[in-house]
């Protein structure tokens, strides 16, 4: 079960760690950086171009889809209104058992910040906030959210970069837990929309570097 579990995380892991929108991802050097196999590699592809992470060109193989900057506002305008609306609608007070669970992904994600271990950063990220939002009990407004963060999984590593942006993600997350321990429900509000800026600003921010003023922002 946990070869099964590591396979997992490796094919969800390959277009992620992959920071450049246009990259070539070559299959070999996939399977060298994350010591997995050619099938892995290619599975991991074939899923990432059904969610649209990954483009396919004729003669030229799979490259790291780009989203130009317009695409990336509205996504995270979305984003933001959908997880202030989780926040808003979970049910406090929050189990302990819960509020336990996302104490140990606050502090495993504080740890790999902490190693450098990037792909660790992201995963631990990404399951506290699924934690999180899950505990509004909605499976319609939890399945839209899930499905808007697959769309910018490569996005996040532009942030992550930043020594102060790691540092304010995991301030974020401990306020996060402190304002459900309290069911302060504004606070979680509040931390909901500013945790979500620093990721698509760091990408547009890169983006126009790489191929100039966007005249669709």
Same mark, same amino acid.
């Given at each position: 079960m946990r070869q099964n579990d590591d396979s997992q995380r490796r094919r969800g892991g390959t277009v992620p760690a992959a920071r450049h929108?246009?990259?070539? *991802?070559? +299959? /070999?050097d996939l399977c060298d950086r994350f010591n997995t196999h050619r099938a892995?590699?290619?599975?991991? *592809?074939?899923? #990432?171009?059904?969610? @649209?992470i990954v483009q396919r060109i004729p003669n030229r193989g799979a490259i790291v889809r780009d989203l130009t900057p317009r695409e990336v506002m509205d996504?995270?305008?979305? %984003? +933001? =209104?959908l997880e202030v609306m989780a926040a808003r609608i979970l049910p406090f007070p929050v189990d302990e058992t819960e509020l336990a669970k *996302?104490? /140990?992904? /606050? %502090?495993?994600?504080?740890?790999?910040?902490? &190693? =450098?271990?990037? #792909?660790?950063?992201?995963?631990? &990220?990404?399951?506290f906030h699924q934690a999180l939002f899950g *505990?509004?009990?909605?499976?319609? #407004?939890? =399945?839209?959210? %899930?499905? #808007? =963060?697959?769309?910018?999984? @490569?996005?996040?590593f532009y942030a992550n970069a930043f020594p102060e942006a790691l540092n304010q993600a995991r301030r974020d997350h401990l306020e996060m837990v402190m304002a459900l321990r309290a069911a302060r429900r504004n606070d979680l509000i509040a931390l909901a929309r500013s945790h979500l800026k620093p990721s698509p600003q760091a990408y547009i921010r890169a983006y126009e570097r790489r191929f100039g003023p966007s005249t669709q922002v």
């Amino acid at each position: 079960m946990r070869q099964n579990d590591d396979s997992q995380r490796r094919r969800g892991g390959t277009v992620p760690a992959a920071r450049h929108p246009r990259e070539r *991802l070559v +299959e /070999q050097d996939l399977c060298d950086r994350f010591n997995t196999h050619r099938a892995d590699v290619r599975l991991a *592809l074939f899923e #990432l171009e059904k969610k @649209g992470i990954v483009q396919r060109i004729p003669n030229r193989g799979a490259i790291v889809r780009d989203l130009t900057p317009r695409e990336v506002m509205d996504i995270y305008a979305v %984003r +933001e =209104e959908l997880e202030v609306m989780a926040a808003r609608i979970l049910p406090f007070p929050v189990d302990e058992t819960e509020l336990a669970k *996302l104490d /140990q992904l /606050q %502090r495993q994600h504080s740890a790999a910040i902490d &190693n =450098e271990d990037m #792909l660790t950063v992201f995963y631990t &990220n990404l399951y506290f906030h699924q934690a999180l939002f899950g *505990l509004c009990g909605n499976p319609c #407004l939890i =399945e839209t959210i %899930r499905q #808007l =963060e697959q769309k910018v999984y @490569g996005i996040r590593f532009y942030a992550n970069a930043f020594p102060e942006a790691l540092n304010q993600a995991r301030r974020d997350h401990l306020e996060m837990v402190m304002a459900l321990r309290a069911a302060r429900r504004n606070d979680l509000i509040a931390l909901a929309r500013s945790h979500l800026k620093p990721s698509p600003q760091a990408y547009i921010r890169a983006y126009e570097r790489r191929f100039g003023p966007s005249t669709q922002v």
